[in-house]
Structure formats: structure tokens, C-alpha cells
């Protein structure tokens, strides 16, 4: 199935600061949701953003999509050692029942 | 309410073997997806049912079977198993996969093929 790709895909911040990762698709979606995954583990889900929303705010996490340029973005701000681990995002299309994923994004806080 | 559960969390076979892994999905939810995720492919779909029915499949050979009961639980069959079918399988469930569903994941099931 045709995956989104995002970037980077690794990034290493040291503790309080600001990590930034960026998803691209490549059709129309219903929304777009991100998920964490720790080391082989399941999926976390963090956020999800509807296709006629802009910016999503949970906590420390800021989401925005733009739907015009196909992209979206995941903002931790403050980052902790406890935020290192993989970051998906995932989106939904209109016609089929399922999620496509991105490449993922490792990212690392060094304490 | 309790999360997506899945059963078992590890199994390891060899190579010709059949392989059921179980989901059960969280309570009310009636749509269940199953993923599979390797470190080459990522994260790809397999399928998802809601109310019993397959409403869609992902490009997986026809070895790759699944099912979904009256109580929405669900489960997926692999039959003669080979080594690149180690993975961890992932299941989800959501309300209805409609657009305002988020997508709740279970903790996987470690499959190795021997």
C-alpha cells in the first residue's frame, strides 16, 4: 500500500527542547492522527485532525495540517527523555477502510 | 474502559504452520483492523471488518485470512507460514472508522517463524 513519508527520519534534541517532525500524503483524507510507538510496542494514538481543521493543540503536542500541500506536523515542545520513540502519522482516506502510515520518525531526547 | 487487547503477545513457529491471533476490541467499538509491521515494509494493512463483514483487504497473499464475531472480537489466521511472515501484528478498533474515529491500537502479537 502507498505509505506517506516523513522526516526526518531520525532526530536527536536534548532535553527541553522543541522536536518537529513532518508527515506528506499523497491523496484527499478525512483526517490525520499520530501515533508514538515505544520499542516494538503498540501504538499510542496522541492526536487526530479532521481534514477541515488547521491546528490541534494536546499538552505539550501541537498539530497542523495543510491540506493544500498535502502535509502535516508534529510539534512536542519541552521535550522529556520519556518522549524518545518512534512517531507515526497515519491517515485516513475517503474511500477505503483503512489507515496509511508513514515512514516514521525516531526521535531521541538525550537527557 | 479497558483497551484493545490481543492474545497471545508472543508466538514463535516454524515455517508450514498455521497461526491464529486473537483481538478483542474496545467495548462498543464494532470496526477492527489488523496491521502488520516489519522493519523493511513498516506498517502495512491487512484488513478490517466491521459488523461481521470484511470491508476491505490489503495486498497480502490469500494465506492471510480473518474474521470478525457478533461480539466484534476478532481474529486473523495465517496458514503455511513462512520465515517473512515474522512480524508483529497489530490490531485496532474505532467506533465505526468514520472521520472523526480515532484509531485505538492493542499491544501486538510477536509472531516468529522458525
Known amino acids: 500500500s502507498q505509505q506517506g513519508e516523513e522526516d526526518p527520519q531520525a532526530l536527536s534534541i536534548q532535553e527541553g527542547e522543541n522536536a518537529t517532525m513532518n508527515c506528506s500524503y499523497k491523496?484527499?483524507?478525512?483526517?490525520l492522527q499520530w501515533y508514538r510507538q515505544n520499542s516494538g510496542r503498540g501504538l499510542v494514538h496522541l492526536i487526530l485532525?479532521?481534514?477541515?481543521?488547521r491546528e490541534k493543540h494536546s499538552g505539550r503536542l501541537r498539530v497542523t495540517l495543510d491540506t493544500s500541500k498535502k502535509s502535516s506536523s508534529l510539534l512536542i515542545t519541552a521535550s522529556r527523555a520519556a518522549d524518545t520513540a518512534s512517531y507515526f502519522c497515519?491517515?485516513?482516506?475517503?474511500?477505503?477502510?483503512?489507515?496509511?502510515f508513514g515512514s516514521g520518525t525516531q526521535l531521541t531526547v538525550l537527557p | 474502559k479497558a483497551g484493545v487487547t490481543q492474545t497471545p503477545r508472543y508466538l514463535i513457529k516454524t515455517r508450514g504452520q498455521q497461526v491464529t491471533l486473537s483481538c478483542s476490541p474496545i467495548?462498543?467499538?464494532?470496526?477492527v483492523s489488523w496491521y502488520q509491521q516489519t522493519p523493511g515494509q513498516g506498517l502495512q494493512f491487512l484488513f478490517e471488518?466491521?459488523?461481521?463483514?470484511?470491508?476491505n483487504k490489503g495486498n497480502f497473499p490469500g494465506r492471510f485470512s480473518g474474521r470478525q464475531f457478533s461480539n466484534s472480537r476478532s481474529e486473523m489466521n495465517v496458514s503455511t507460514l513462512e520465515l517473512g511472515d515474522s512480524a508483529l501484528y497489530l490490531c485496532?478498533?474505532?467506533?465505526?472508522?468514520?472521520?472523526?474515529?480515532?484509531?485505538?491500537f492493542g499491544p501486538g502479537t510477536r509472531l516468529t517463524v522458525l
Open positions: 485496532a478498533s474505532s467506533l465505526t472508522l468514520g472521520a472523526k474515529d480515532t484509531q485505538y
Open positions: 491523496t484527499s483524507i478525512n483526517n
Open positions: 485532525i479532521r481534514s477541515n481543521e
Open positions: 497515519a491517515y485516513l482516506t475517503g474511500s477505503a477502510r483503512q489507515l496509511t
Open positions: 467495548s462498543g467499538h464494532r470496526s
Open positions: 471488518y466491521f459488523s461481521e463483514t470484511q470491508r
